[in-house]
């Protein structure tokens, strides 16, 4: 009797259309639109709308555009059933296809070519992204929706990027160097925000986009603390951190807007966390002072062995460490003694199979 209630629900207060908070199938959205006899949308048709809404630049519109053509593929039928075969080609003998087939085909047409478009974007990034990393340490703002990164970004970097009290207001990934406290230059970018069960369409979308985390040297995930919501908001962002492979890069919680919390007893049971307010600034300091320490953690010495036909590798290790001294050895494998860090060694362990055959902390 649920449907009959919400069909007298409807027609009683013209209702002009129905959103469900979950997933519905193509054949349950026709069936329910033709009961209620009004627009029906589900959680992932309306994420995608707001992206629509929200999509500023053209990679950002290709990146949307690409989602909701994988998900209006599944639900062609609505549109095109009412609709016979069209008729065949020379002479118009026999059926041709139906006009949904030859949506259907058109669709697949267009996020082939939106798909080469993105691959081509995501190489030059791939790119633009190595020069970063050469060149100075990237941290990278995470959070849901809506949790202030942006204002944070604003108000680290000195910048003045669009700032809104609403869902995915930022889309693009924007990069700005942090206002630090020592000469060393850091890169902070601000990303798209998080949501609970954000469509696979839209993580797939902007897989390039999100790549940015996994490549970080340090992420901020930052915390509304005025929302009742916090920690299923936070364990909502870790889960997506660990599908994108960003959850072994070390992370900072900011608890944000303490401006807005009388009672300071929910922050302090976050692990970890830094107390700010982007708003009016208070907490600013002492984050961006923790940023610096954590991206320059102590270094050890270690004497690194590796094959001949390692050269990747080592070239790796003269990227990431300061070589004292290389070797060969007898059994003619070289030896690399250097002065490198925890998060980098991890870093050249996880992509490579080495160890270091001796280590020491470095005199600082």
């Not at 949307?64 to 593929?73: D, G, I, R």
């Not at 030059?124 to 100075?136: D, I, L």
């Not at 007893?265 to 984050?287: P, R, T, W, Y």
Request: with cysteine; charged share 30%.
């Amino acid at each position: 009797g649920k449907m009959d209630e919400l069909q007298s629900y409807v027609k009683v207060n013209e209702i002009g259309s129905v959103i469900f908070d979950d997933e519905l199938s193509p054949a349950q959205q026709i069936n329910i639109e033709k009961f209620l006899k009004t627009k029906v949308l589900d959680r992932t048709g309306l994420i995608l709308d707001i992206f629509a809404a929200r999509a500023q630049s053209d990679i950002g519109k290709l990146q949307v555009e690409l989602a909701q053509l994988s998900f209006l593929s599944t639900r062609l039928v609505r549109g095109w059933s009412h609709l016979e075969r069209q008729k065949g080609g020379i002479g118009l003998r026999g059926p041709g296809e139906k006009q949904l087939e030859t949506d259907r085909r058109l669709l697949g047409i267009r996020i082939k070519t939106i798909k080469a478009r993105l691959k081509k974007i995501e190489v030059q990034r791939a790119v633009n992204r190595k020069s970063r990393m050469k060149s100075a340490k990237t941290v990278a703002l995470v959070g849901y929706t809506n949790a202030g990164k942006s204002t944070l970004f604003n108000a680290i970097t000195s910048s003045e990027t669009y700032v809104a009290d609403q869902m995915f207001a930022t889309l693009d990934p924007l990069f700005r160097p942090l206002k630090s406290v020592n000469k060393k230059q850091v890169i902070v970018s601000d990303t798209v925000g998080f949501i609970r069960d954000l469509p696979e369409t839209l993580i797939q979308a902007f897989l390039s986009t999100l790549e940015e985390l996994s490549s970080a040297d340090l992420i901020l995930h930052v915390l509304d603390v005025s929302d009742q919501n916090i920690y299923e908001n936070k364990h909502s962002v870790e889960e997506m951190l660990k599908k994108i492979n960003a959850h072994n890069v070390p992370v900072i919680n900011v608890c944000n807007k303490i401006d807005l919390v009388r009672s300071k007893s929910e922050i302090f049971s976050i692990e970890d966390a830094v107390q700010v307010s982007a708003q009016s600034g208070a907490g600013l300091d002492e984050l961006t002072k923790y940023v610096t320490q954590k991206l320059e953690p102590l270094k050890t010495i270690r004497k690194i062995r590796l094959d001949l036909d390692q050269s990747r590798v080592r070239s790796e290790i003269y990227e990431l460490s300061s070589v004292i001294e290389e070797t060969v050895n007898d059994d003619n494998q070289i030896e690399i003694l250097c002065e490198i860090d925890d998060v980098s060694y991890e870093r050249l362990k996880k992509n490579e199979k080495i160890e270091a055959i001796q280590s020491k902390m470095a005199n600082h």
